[in-house]
């Protein structure tokens, strides 16, 4: 971790893209089976910015994550990191990611599962325990290296995955729903520490979220998402003043911009049943 | 924010404790289960076997005591099954004539064929596990190779080991052959389903960090194999004893178990109990087996799990 400085604001450096999304279409299966998850997306992400994904289930915003990370390719469309195709810069490790579970490797200790990306591409050991400390005491685990993953709580956890995300420094960080299996006061504590990460670091941050308040808490802007097919209705910015606080959640912006969020997804609701697509995504995809 | 940090559960010390605490319920199970098949085995005699007689003196005292079981039944007669204290004076007793207790002459046999075991065990499990590394790497050769590793182990081993020893010639090579015949097996299924057992995102997770198949093998897929590969090299060390003991039949090698089953074979009807005896120490060289491989497992997984207890 070289960059812990406050962020810069230079407005060159916020200007670059980071992610460019153009016509993006992602069928699954095929004939009669095929269902559109995602259908012409367009969406540019610039660096330094935090942008949230919030749509009803099967709306596709995973899928859209998964394709900025090259997970899965699209049908149709383009996807660009770093000015890269989505695979290249995969292939550079320009991103990091965090899941749902924080998927720690139950054999390794904390330390060693932050180190885990690290042994991958090559780092000495010295840089290994430099930077794992460094980012244990950003994630206020200090003296919880040497534990287990059993033996930490659920949030503990999350916050190893997101040091493991950070270790190598990308650029990038995408989190697919990190906080959704916390309890509520949990998941706010964890959104407070997300966001001193986030200034500290300055990493250009996708989030994809159920939850209103957190993506209005978290976000610059707030991609809302309609299913049948997964398209992006609208780009809520959220001009809510910088660093986030308790206080944010006092703020009469932040309500008025929880209903905007709440207003826009109810008005492109589908009728019926949208789990339906969520589950054809996952049996086309093979996820549990 | 370090007020607010949940505390850790459990302690450092709690892990040791559960081991040490099964440790000795272990043996006690052990020794418990012993007393109660001893207790079945003398009351199935008491029952039905043939009648005896204790006559002699215990602490000074006289006894002359004699036993006629109410019914005759023939499993329970003393050639079917010896009595319990007979079996255990076998192993005092010289095996011959004035030569050591059957006792020591099984305890070198054992060792003997333990190091045959252990030999058939770790090529056994090598290969097992190099199967199923280029099983899960390569579908085509999992779909061609599967079927023949079922099939070879469908053929009884009494069939294969004369040819393998006459083509490896008779000695200590053919046995751990045949003994590696017998582990691979198990290494291989549980190895091959210990390998895709890690979770679906971890894959994807190597994915993103752009890992290679090797990395993603050695620091992935072997380490979340540990459970499942434990799990088959149990079945595969009492498996290797077996087929030490069946590999030194035919091979006519004198200095293991197999001999000694041979020989106490020929005298069933003279010396049963010189039978169950060497049955005896055959079981408990597999029980030491598998005890050294959990012993093995605990190591290699200290500190992964909440409890050691892994079934």
Request: proline share 6%.
């Amino acid at each position: 971790m070289t960059d812990l400085q406050p962020r810069s604001a230079s407005p060159a450096a916020a200007s670059r893209a980071v992610v460019e999304a153009a016509g993006v279409t992602k069928i699954f299966g095929s004939g009669d089976a095929a269902v559109a998850a995602l259908e012409t997306i367009d969406l540019s992400i610039r660096e330094g910015e935090f942008v949230s994904l919030i749509g009803p289930s099967g709306c596709g915003k995973s899928t859209l994550l998964r394709l900025i990370g090259d997970l899965t390719a699209p049908s149709a469309g383009d996807v660009r990191v770093n000015g890269k195709p989505a695979r290249q810069a995969r292939l550079d490790r320009d991103y990091g990611m965090v899941f749902q579970a924080p998927v720690l490797m139950d054999w390794r200790s904390v330390a060693r599962n932050i180190e885990l990306p690290l042994e991958i591409m090559g780092f000495s050991r010295e840089e290994r325990t430099r930077r794992s400390a460094e980012l244990l005491r950003l994630v206020e685990l200090e003296g919880f290296e040497a534990r287990h993953p059993w033996q930490l709580s659920g949030g503990m956890q999350q916050r190893v995955a997101i040091a493991r995300a950070l270790a190598f420094d990308p650029k990038l960080l995408l989190m697919d729903e990190p906080f959704g299996a916390l309890d509520e006061m949990t998941r706010e504590r964890m959104n407070l520490e997300l966001m001193k990460i986030w200034g500290r670091t300055g990493t250009t941050i996708v989030f994809v979220t159920h939850s209103i308040p957190e993506a209005v808490f978290l976000s610059t802007r707030v991609a809302v998402m309609s299913a049948r097919p997964g398209r992006i209705t609208k780009i809520v910015d959220v001009d809510l003043a910088q660093p986030r606080t308790v206080d944010t959640r006092e703020d009469r912006r932040y309500f008025e911009l929880v209903t905007e969020v709440r207003e826009t997804l109810r008005r492109h609701e589908p009728q019926g049943a949208i789990e339906e697509v969520e589950a054809d995504r996952i049996r086309a995809e093979g996820l549990g | 924010m370090s007020t607010a940090l949940p505390p850790a559960v459990g302690d450092g010390a709690s892990p040791g404790r559960t081991r040490r605490l099964s440790g000795r319920r272990r043996v006690a199970g052990l020794v418990l289960i012993f007393v109660v098949v001893a207790l079945a085995w003398e009351g199935a005699k008491w029952l039905g076997g043939d009648p005896w007689r204790i006559h002699g003196s215990v602490l000074g005292l006289a006894v002359d005591y004699e036993h006629f079981p109410p019914f005759r039944w023939r499993i329970a007669d003393d050639l079917s099954l010896p009595h319990v204290w007979d079996v255990i004076r076998a192993f005092i007793d010289p095996a011959q004539r004035g030569g050591t207790p059957l006792g020591l002459d099984l305890i070198g046999r054992a060792a003997f064929t333990f190091r045959e075991a252990a030999t058939g065990f770790a090529f056994g499990a090598l290969l097992g596990l190099l199967l199923a590394i280029l099983f899960v790497h390569s579908r085509l050769a999992e779909r061609a190779f599967v079927p023949y590793v079922v099939a070879s182990q469908a053929v009884p081993i009494l069939a294969i080991s004369p040819i393998i020893v006459v083509a490896t010639q008779a000695g200590w090579l053919s046995v751990a052959v045949i003994s590696t015949y017998l582990t691979f097996f198990p290494v291989t299924i549980g190895a091959l389903r210990g390998l895709r057992a890690a979770d679906p995102r971890a894959f994807e997770l190597f994915r993103s960090y752009a890992a290679s198949a090797r990395e993603i093998l050695w620091r992935l897929q072997l380490p979340a194999s540990v459970p499942y590969l434990f799990a088959s090299l149990r079945v595969a060390a009492a498996a290797s004893v077996i087929g030490a003991i069946i590999g030194e039949l035919p091979s006519g090698i004198p200095d293991g178990l197999g001999s000694a089953i041979l020989n106490y074979n020929q005298y069933y009807i003279t010396a049963p109990e010189r039978l169950w005896a060497t049955i005896v120490a055959c079981s408990l060289v597999g029980l030491c087996f598998v005890g050294l491989v959990r012993v093995a497992e605990s190591l290699v997984t200290r500190g992964r799990y909440r409890t050691l207890e892994i079934a």
